[in-house]
């Protein structure tokens, strides 16, 4: 179970490597996919993800080579979500929208961003000789 659990937070980490190295190319596809959450009731998909994601990272804190970088990347990613909840759609939506009239050039470093974040996360996953 552990295993799984670290392979688990180890492929999230690569998605945000993946996902921040198509947003610095295209930042075009950062737009469309906020778009997709601003499209009927998709805007209360948002803040459970993000939250089940935290939670995630939270249970599979042991598991990781250094569980202190998963916990605190899933406090964040927990107290994201639930500032999301409590937004309500309405504000999440006009959120959203800020973020979708971003610069590219905002847009690209933010790309960095994921992907830096990506990178840690692997690595405290542990993969690679850490664990």
Same mark, same amino acid.
């Given at each position: 179970?552990?295993?799984?659990?670290?392979?688990?937070?180890?492929?999230?980490?690569l998605?945000? @490597?993946?996902?921040?190295?198509?947003?610095?190319?295209?930042?075009?596809?950062y737009?469309?996919?906020?778009?997709?959450?601003?499209? !009927?009731?998709?805007?209360?998909?948002?803040?459970?993800?993000?939250? =089940?994601?935290?939670?995630?990272?939270?249970?599979?804190?042991?598991?990781?080579?250094?569980?202190?970088?998963?916990?605190?990347?899933?406090?964040?990613?927990c107290? =994201?979500?639930?500032?999301?909840?409590?937004?309500?759609? =309405?504000?999440?939506k006009?959120?959203?929208?800020?973020?979708?009239?971003? !610069?590219?050039?905002f847009?690209?470093?933010?790309g960095?961003?994921? @992907? @830096?974040l990506?990178?840690?996360?692997?690595?405290?996953a542990g993969?690679?000789?850490?664990?």
């Amino acid at each position: 179970m552990e295993a799984t659990l670290r392979t688990i937070v180890f492929v999230v980490g690569l998605i945000c @490597v993946f996902e921040g190295i198509v947003i610095v190319i295209k930042p075009g596809f950062y737009r469309q996919a906020i778009g997709i959450f601003l499209k !009927g009731r998709m805007v209360y998909v948002l803040p459970p993800l993000k939250t =089940a994601f935290g939670v995630l990272f939270l249970v599979a804190a042991t598991s990781c080579a250094k569980p202190a970088i998963i916990i605190a990347l899933g406090l964040i990613t927990c107290t =994201a979500g639930i500032a999301m909840f409590m937004m309500g759609p =309405a504000k999440l939506k006009r959120f959203l929208n800020w973020w979708k009239m971003r !610069g590219d050039w905002f847009l690209r470093l933010l790309g960095v961003v994921a @992907v @830096v974040l990506g990178l840690l996360i692997v690595y405290a996953a542990g993969f690679g000789g850490g664990a």
